[in-house]
């Protein structure tokens, strides 16, 4: 079988086998080059753990200080001429790796929102973790609806502007072409449903399962991912209704704190950078903002991808010597990672350059193709090294 991307709006329902495997084994390769502080995280969870930051999380971890995982994350395999999720491959090729480098690695595939996957989680980390017990809880779930576990309500996320209707330019991934968007504002139940879908509400769940079950280590850490961004994104990000769910998600690191200060644990939104994920090509005018993002920041050399990011996130969580955390922590208590991009000549650049940006100079003035290859990759196509044209076996679909 021969797999292409096959592109619907700001997703691609293929994903390939080999370009998936080939990606994780890059990401692998980047954290194994470096090797973090003795004192790191040894036994991690990762809700999320399939893709984006999640699963460059779980690469940090394992690669870069020896950690066994359990990566939680709700993905699909192959079926006949359907191929399977990258989530799926990725999760595949993470595991095989891991085995090789004599790495405990489990993965639990179902959907993390429910009681039943909780309880699921909670007994593979008493049998099979050393100790029996996790040192870092990473929750970098983004999904679009979920089930609420006692009420059995049915919750979606919408992004959307709050209290007024924005318009702004966006581009469009496949084509590059540039579009005009309107979006009007949220109702209250929108509102209410991102909040659920998207806020704080189940990471705290999962913290007082994971506390009750006993399998919280002494000083163990855990961490949730949050996005700020500049004022151009303002008022269809964290102005709308994903920044209601983020202002949810500091919420509940203060309850979570709390929860885990009495075995000297600690809890914290670390703030990341804009990147191309599954999660944020939905965004509209987010692409066109990570395109003129990614040129600057590639031209300044201070681009990272989202495991560049993980790495240098569990360095600061896990600094050498004592105290270096402590500067990048920002008033709210969030860690934020998104430091290189808010850099205030990088975002004077790109308020310089959005209001100059047409159809004819965005290849000239922002990173388009950039961001259509980083898309692609996340499927597993445009993968340096990888034979498109070259039957995928059975058994790999
Ligand atoms: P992603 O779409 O790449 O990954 C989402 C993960 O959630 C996948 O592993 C998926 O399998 C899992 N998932 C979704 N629904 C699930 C369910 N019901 N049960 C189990 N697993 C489920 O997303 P991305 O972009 O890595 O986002 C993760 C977090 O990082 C989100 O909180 C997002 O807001 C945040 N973030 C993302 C940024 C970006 O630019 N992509 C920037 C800053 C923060």
């Known amino acids: 079988m021969i797999i292409a991307p096959k592109v619907r709006g700001f997703i691609c329902t293929t994903a390939h086998p080999v370009g998936c495997a080939e990606n994780v084994a890059q990401m692998v390769g980047y954290a194994k080059s470096c090797p973090g502080a003795a004192e790191g995280p040894r036994r991690a969870l990762v809700i999320g753990a399939s893709g984006g930051y999640g699963l ?144 704080g509400e189940d990471w705290l769940l999962w913290m007082e399962a994971l506390g009750e079950a006993g399998v919280l280590a002494h000083g163990v850490t855990s961490v949730a991912y949050s996005y700020i961004g500049p004022e151009l994104t303002h008022a269809i990000y964290r102005g709308g209704t994903m920044g ?78 004592e105290g270096e955390l402590t500067p990048a922590i920002d008033q709210a208590g969030r860690l934020r990672m998104d430091d290189w991009e808010m850099n205030p000549k990088v975002q004077r650049e790109i308020s310089e350059l959005w209001g100059k940006i047409s159809p004819e100079t965005l290849p000239e003035l922002a990173d388009a193709e950039g961001y259509r290859k980083d898309f692609f990759r996340l499927f597993g196509f445009e993968v340096p090294g990888v034979d498109y044209g070259a039957d995928v076996p059975e058994p790999l679909i």
């Open 244 to 321: 209601r769910a983020k202002d949810d998600l500091d919420q509940k690191a203060a309850q979570i704190a709390s929860i885990v200060a009495p075995i000297g644990g600690r809890a914290f939104v670390s703030v990341n950078k804009a990147l191309v994920t599954q999660a944020s090509s939905a965004i509209p005018v987010v692409p066109l903002y990570i395109s003129l993002l990614y040129r600057i920041m590639k031209r300044n050399g201070t681009h990272e991808g989202c495991t560049e990011q993980m790495v240098r996130m569990l360095q600061r969580i896990y600094p050498e010597r």
């Open 56 to 199: 460059s999380s779980r690469i940090a971890a394992a690669f870069c200080y020896g950690a066994s995982t359990i990566g939680v994350s709700l993905e699909r395999p192959g079926a006949g001429q359907k191929t399977g999720t990258a989530g799926f491959y990725n999760n595949r090729a993470f595991e095989k790796l891991a085995a090789e480098a004599g790495l405990i690695a489990h993965s639990v595939n179902g959907d993390a929102f429910s009681e039943s996957v909780k309880a699921e989680t909670v007994a593979l980390i008493k049998n099979k973790l050393p100790g029996g017990k996790v040192d870092l809880v990473v929750y970098s779930i983004a999904a679009p609806r979920r089930t609420h576990p006692v009420t059995g309500e049915v919750f979606s996320s919408v992004i959307k502007p709050v209290g007024a209707p924005f318009t702004g330019s966006t581009i469009q991934v496949l084509s590059g072409e540039m579009s005009e968007v309107t979006i009007e504002p949220a109702t209250e139940g929108e509102i209410a449903g991102t909040v659920a879908v998207m806020g």
